[in-house]
């Protein structure tokens, strides 16, 4: 990518007007996306993409420049002019390089590029039958495959010097379903931080006739009630409520200027006993995972709630310096052209005891919540959404008809206590996260877990 | 340079046996400040440029992209852009435009030089004193930045197109956070202009702090339907959500709720929608769309009633009529696809007061949140967190949050019974503006 000699070069030019840490970050990335719809490829883009970020930071403050040219004379000088905008005092600088080779922590068996289109365009067909087969009522089946390889490399004037490679493959069905003039659809994806060896241990039927069965449920689902109400929130994506109501709120983005509801309450009971969370960065070749994060330091397993105690924060290093405490290995950026900052990488809420049977029968009057969409959270005030794709009523202990149109909300401080029980049935599931430094693929999970009470924004 | 170098791609294109051939070229350069307690806290600058290359051969479209202009990045687009076509099994008929039509001018503001880099940091260092100074309740800025940009768009083709625009913004927004107890709110304030000097920072801190200020002590009500009226740019931001209807290519395969609803009433008569192209303080505001047709004017919705979908060349063609000039690519890395350029809901003659004044009881909704996760894009349906005031006896009396609006927004274009006179178009607004909107009745959730 660049030499250790130029990222010399660079890492003093962006010090000699000010500044007291600089760092570069260099990317190079291809991406290939392919779509289907009614069987047949509409859609098939591809291309390269990539160039150099300089960050500078001086105290608390930071600045960034980026460029996707990469030749010496064009970095020198983008470099020097963002030193000079810091108005201060040349730093002499000698930085000894330390080459960081971790060897491979997440191996890719088939890398997607030694893969030829046709095979993947066959992965495609094969759930677009499935998807279509299910039922007379699917309407339309639209097909998504991506991957992407992004490679970087990290150096600061610190010595630090370090590359990754960041394989990712998502396979995304969404089936329509409609009958009467109705249309309803049911979207199930898969990603993860393997190459194409992903399929192998998939069914791309699995997924398609599970996002036909979810389409034509809803086609037969009711207007959710309006009100507070216990709800369980099964596995996998559940995990958006601990990604919207907690997490968000614990990235030193917000914590660090206060502007977090989570500030300043390290060591407190923030939850119930029964919730224990961590942000893991770690896991093999999970869909938020790295080799190294995007300020080049390695992932941690971070504990965020251990037993309802607020543990600890996901922090950057520009973060750290304020807040006065260690980053953790979760410092991300969608691509060279955003600032990096604390980010979620896989963050989830950890097995309890209770059983999903027991959760369903505690409650006389409430709502079911199988498959979970997005939301968004206003770290300052706490208040969170997310909303419900799949979802039913429960009465008097036990699953009944479908509902639709449930977006559940609360504020951060109060669900977190209300969560009653907590199963052990841990899963994962894979998400894109949108936020300051762009978006991201964020994994999350959970074991189902029962919420006393919990506002669903119904129509009855 | 870039000519030169476009000329080469073509060439290479044409052997590689590409019929016709079009770039799409987007450069850009921006400069972001954010304060943070009397300091610069965030300063950057950026200079990009991206582009999208296509070409059709055996009556199939290939798309490539690229950030760099070197040799390699020629071959590497024509060789991913061919197999790209190969890829391609629709039946769909494939058109690049020969620049024929009739181009206005839109007049571009030009980014003013006359003021440094070190008066705009002022700016910001002011705003957030200012914001500070007015109230003893307001704690900080969670965010805040001041944004100047430049940007170009250039499409090319070998049937003839060469068009070229140049477009600047300058705006500047902070969110101010209030707390009182362990009561904790942010609101909103933004300024955009032609030019450094049209920006005002009053605006955006009065907006700021008593959007903050006001919010202060707002709890749920019970759960209730009742009439609701939308604010302007949270009605603006919820049609956003809904445009996709409105395309040709949903309307084709079937995934629009206005299949055959062509010169149908889908609204109450005070829905008029006009796609405005060239209305001046839109940020999507263009001359040509994405694949160099010449846009205008056109209602969508004339009282209520259906007038056009939005069209690109190639669903012209399927459709058999011409192209709205509303073909629209996300980014140089995206495939043509259509929106509209500034989707407008037009406004009345009745002030926002009189609009309240007709309600006993009712829900007036600042804010919207979690659009993009709340709406089912498919069916209409929705169901959001909100925040805004109650509205007793035609006047806003308490603030109100943690709850939620539910509906189905083809229900709702029918129970529109009035809009106000206070249009909006903002950054804020993602390409659509609205004056405020009242609809008879909704599902409240609360307590």
């Known amino acids: 990518m660049i030499d250790q000699r130029l990222a010399h070069d660079i890492l003093s030019a962006a010090l000699s007007f000010g500044g007291d840490f600089a760092e ?64 201060g005092v040349s730093q002499n600088l000698r930085i000894d390089f330390v080459m960081e080779n971790p060897g491979i922590v997440h191996p890719v068996k088939v890398h997607p590029k030694n893969v030829e289109k046709i095979r993947k365009i066959e992965l495609m067909k094969k759930a677009h039958e499935a998807a279509s087969s299910y039922s007379n009522l699917i309407h339309q089946v639209k097909i998504n495959y991506i991957d992407s390889c992004q490679n970087v490399l990290i150096a600061n004037s610190n010595g630090k010097f370090v590359q990754d490679q960041r394989v990712r493959t998502r396979f995304a069905v ?171 990488t896989n963050t989830y809420i950890l097995n309890g005891k209770s059983s999903f049977e027991d959760m369903i029968s505690s409650i006389d009057y409430g709502v079911y919540a199988k498959y979970l969409g997005g939301g968004s959270v206003n770290t300052a005030t706490g208040e969170f959404n997310f909303a419900a794709s799949e979802a039913y009523l429960v009465k008097d202990g036990k699953i009944q008809d479908p509902i639709k149109g449930a977006t559940l909300i609360g504020t951060g401080l109060e669900v977190l206590q209300k969560i009653e029980m907590v199963s052990n049935n841990f899963d994962s599931g894979e998400g894109m996260c949108g936020s300051v430094s762009g978006v991201i693929p964020a994994g999350l999970g959970q074991p189902a877990l029962k919420v006393s009470e919990i506002t669903v924004g119904g129509k009855e | 340079m870039m000519d030169k170098w476009i000329d080469e791609l073509f060439a290479i294109g044409k052997d590689k046996g590409f019929e016709n051939q079009e770039i799409y070229y987007e450069s850009s350069n921006s400069l972001k400040i954010s304060v943070f307690e009397g300091n610069v806290d965030k300063f950057n600058l950026s200079e990009e440029g991206g582009l999208s290359y296509r070409g059709i051969v055996n009556g199939k479209m290939g798309y490539a992209f690229t950030e760099t202009f070197d040799d390699e990045a020629i071959k590497m687009l024509v060789d991913e852009a061919y197999e790209n076509a190969l890829a391609i099994e629709s039946l769909d008929p494939v058109c690049l435009h020969d620049g024929k039509g009739e181009y206005i001018i839109l007049e571009c503001s030009s980014l003013d030089n006359s003021f440094s880099v070190e008066d705009k940091i002022q700016f910001m260092l002011d705003l957030e004193k200012q914001i500070l100074d007015k109230d003893s309740r307001i704690l900080r800025l969670s965010n805040n930045s001041y944004v100047e940009s430049r940007y170009e768009k250039w499409i090319k083709n070998t049937k003839g197109l060469d068009m070229k625009e140049n477009k600047s913004h300058i705006y500047a927004y902070a969110v101010a956070v209030a707390k009182e107890g362990n009561d904790t709110r942010t609101g909103i304030g933004l300024s955009t202009g032609d030019s450094f000097s049209s920006i005002s920072y009053p605006n955006i801190a009065d907006d700021a702090v008593n959007q903050a200020l006001g919010m202060l002590g707002a709890k749920a009500i019970p759960s209730v339907k009742c009439p609701v009226i939308f604010e302007n740019k949270a009605f603006a931001s919820f049609l956003s959500q809904f445009t996709n209807h409105f395309s040709a290519e949903q309307v084709q395969k079937k995934l629009s709720g206005l299949v055959d609803k062509l010169e149908t009433s889908i609204g109450s008569k005070y829905v008029n929608i006009t796609d405005n192209p060239h209305i001046k303080e839109g940020l999507n505001s263009t001359a040509f769309d994405d694949e160099g047709v010449a846009t205008y004017v056109k209602p969508l919705v004339k009282n209520g009633v259906l007038k056009t979908y939005l069209y690109n060349l190639q669903t012209a063609e399927k459709d058999k009529v011409k192209s709205t000039g509303n073909a629209a690519k996300s980014s140089y890395k995206g495939s043509v696809e259509i ?94 503006g609205s004056p405020s909107v009242s609809v008879s009745s909704l599902s409240i959730s609360g307590n």
């Open chain 1, 174 to 344: 969404n089936s329509i379903a409609s009958k009467d003039n109705k249309m309803e659809y049911g979207m199930i994806s898969k990603g993860s931080g393997k190459g194409f060896e992903l399929y192998d241990e998939i069914s791309v039927e699995d997924i398609a006739r599970e996002a036909s069965r979810v389409a034509v449920t809803m086609l037969g689902a009711k207007p959710a009630p309006s009100g507070k109400f216990p709800v369980v929130l099964d596995n996998k994506f559940g995990g958006v409520i601990f990604h919207e109501a907690c997490g968000h709120g614990l990235e030193a983005t917000s914590v660090a200027k206060g502007n977090s509801v989570y500030a300043g309450k390290l060591g407190e009971k923030i939850a119930s006993d029964i919730v224990s969370a961590v942000d893991d960065g770690t896991i093999l070749n999970e869909w938020g995972s790295l080799s190294f994060d995007d300020e080049g330091n390695k992932p941690t397993r971070n504990v965020l709630i251990e037993n309802g105690i607020l543990k600890n924060y996901m922090v950057d290093e520009l973060n750290a310096r304020r807040m006065k405490m260690p980053a953790t290995g979760s410092c991300r950026r969608e691509s060279y052209k955003l600032p990096p900052t604390s980010r979620m």
């Open chain 2, 339 to 432: 929106a509209p350029i500034n989707f407008c809901l037009e406004p009345s003659e009745i002030s926002l007061s009189n609009l309240l004044k007709q309600n006993d009881y009712g829900v007036f909704i600042t804010e919207l949140q979690g659009l993009h996760a709340g709406i089912n894009s498919i069916s209409g349906d929705f169901s959001l967190q909100c925040h805004g005031y109650l509205i007793e006896k035609g006047d806003l009396t308490k603030p109100v949050s943690q709850i939620t609006v539910s509906g189905n927004f083809f229900e709702l274009l029918k129970d529109i019974n009035g809009v106000a006179n206070d249009f909006l178009l903002s950054p804020l607004t993602v390409g659509c």
């Open chain 1, 24 to 87: 570069i970050f260099v990317e190079n990335r291809t991406d290939t996306t392919i779509g289907m719809i009614e069987g047949k490829v509409e859609r098939s883009l591809s291309g390269k993409t990539g160039g150099i970020g300089i960050r500078i930071f001086n105290g608390f403050n930071s600045v960034y420049t980026y460029s996707n040219k990469l030749d010496r004379e064009t970095l020198l000088n983008l470099a020097q002019n963002a030193s000079k905008s810091l108005k």
